[in-house]
């Protein structure tokens, strides 16, 4: 019996060839590549103010999220208008207007004397870095307070860290006390004006004098002084 010819002519392989080419090519039409974007990781922190003073009513708060290398504020040197608007009048617009700041709250409203509340501030992970924190004492000159960025990069979830902060002085206005000057309900007068009549740097503010203590023109009592600290924080990061 003659064995069987397995040899295939040329034409033969070429069609074979031709054959396993278009089925190589079927695999690799229906290996569709996914070119969605993948959804931002988000993390989010919760911060709890506590006013500690007697009789200073705070301006609402400002959180604000930044890199690690941004201040609001430092120490011996002058104040940003941004800080003077903020520490003069209670305003934080300039301060949200930024272009440091990478997400910012505000508060809902005066925060006044032993009240609470609690800000949330959700980051993009890559935008985790630093936090500030800013608020006006109302019934000052130019006295304010806050967190000055704080590392947040690395906290874990459930995580926390509490703290409390002094008084600063803006610089930028004489504490006077006099009538007309404060913007709080001890005195419903101005806030920021362009004018610094002061040491024109930040620093720890010496505390109010009052009426009852030499200062005659003063609007302000005993009621109105404070000891630093004047503000406690807590941070958490919840996400």
Not at 12 to 27: E, P
Not at 92 to 118: H, K, Q, R, Y
Not at 140 to 145: E, K
């Amino acid at each position: 019996m003659k064995p069987t010819d397995f040899t295939l002519k040329p034409s033969l392989l070429a069609m074979l060839a031709a054959t396993i080419l278009l089925t190589a090519c079927d695999d690799d039409d229906n290996d569709t590549v996914d070119e969605t974007p993948a959804a931002p990781v988000m993390q989010t922190f919760t911060v709890t103010v506590t006013n500690l003073t007697a009789n200073q009513p705070m301006s609402p708060v400002i959180l604000a999220g930044h890199a690690s290398d941004a201040m609001l504020w430092n120490a011996g040197e002058m104040a940003s208008e941004a800080i003077e608007k903020m520490a003069e009048g209670g305003d934080t617009a300039d301060i949200a207007a930024l272009d440091v700041l990478t997400s910012s709250v505000n508060g809902a409203g005066l925060l006044m004397p032993g009240a609470s509340e609690t800000l949330t501030l959700t980051l993009d992970e890559t935008d985790v870095a630093s936090i500030s924190l800013a608020t006006m004492l109302v019934n000052t000159n130019d006295a304010f307070t806050g967190i000055n960025s704080y590392s947040i990069a690395g906290m874990q979830v459930d995580a926390s860290s509490s703290m409390k902060f002094m008084a600063y002085d803006a610089g930028t206005e004489a504490n006077s006390e006099a009538k007309g000057t404060l913007p709080g309900p001890a005195d419903g007068g101005e806030g920021f004006n362009t004018a610094r009549d002061d040491v024109d740097f930040v620093h720890i503010h010496p505390g109010v004098i009052s009426m009852y203590d030499g200062l005659d023109d003063s609007v302000l009592d005993a009621s109105h002084r404070f000891d630093n600290p004047v503000l406690a924080v807590t941070i958490m990061r919840t996400e």
